[in-house]
């Protein structure tokens, strides 16, 4: 039996506080800018359905965005970065649809939320496909796999070994004489 050696590196706390704080303030102003954004009344005027499709889409992208750029500050100081971002943003974009109630000729709406919701998992399911990132996952230091005493090492002079072993079977030798 060939033995199969994993061949790893453990994973070391993360702690890069100094990336953490050059790259928060960028999630921050996005942040600002769906306050801001918010805090206007009417922006969009009445257009009708599309209006409906313009902020929906709004929602979908700015909280996605929003998503991505938390799980970006915060990758290098924990393994639980995507959880969190999903969890800030759509915290934010309930906060978000309770200070529209405060503002005049805008209305707070479970759909928008919804959309929000939507974005920051879209943004999750990209940075999960894109870098293998799980939300919330962590992982133990991982070590090699140790060989069985009954393992053995490969030996290309054993059979079921080297090139030959993965080589097609040859056909058969051809049979001489006549069929009855």
């Not at 009344?41 to 965005?65: E, Q, R, T």
């Not at 970065?81 to 805008?106: C, K, T």
Request: hydrophobic share 45%; charged share 10%; net charge positive.
């Amino acid at each position: 039996m060939v033995p199969l050696y994993v061949v790893t590196t453990s994973q070391q706390p993360k702690s890069n506080w100094r990336s953490c704080a050059r790259r928060i303030p960028i999630a921050i102003g996005l942040a600002a800018a769906i306050f801001f954004q918010s805090s206007q009344p009417g922006v969009l005027g009445d257009l009708g359905a599309l209006n409906l499709i313009l902020s929906s889409i709004g929602h979908v992208v700015m909280f996605g965005a929003l998503t991505a750029l938390l799980w970006w500050a915060l990758d290098p100081v924990t393994d639980r970065a995507l959880l969190i971002a999903v969890a800030v943003a759509v915290l934010y974009g309930v906060s978000d649809e309770i200070h529209q109630s405060y503002i005049a000729a805008r209305t707070a709406t479970v759909v928008d939320v919804g959309f929000d919701v939507l974005g920051a998992a879209i943004a999750a399911f990209l940075i999960t496909r894109r870098s293998g990132h799980t939300a919330g996952a962590t992982a133990p230091p991982a070590r090699p796999a140790q060989p069985n005493s009954t393992d053995q090492a490969p030996n290309p002079s054993r059979p079921g070994y080297g090139p030959a072993a993965h080589a097609p079977d040859p056909a058969p030798p051809p049979t001489s004489g006549t069929r009855s």
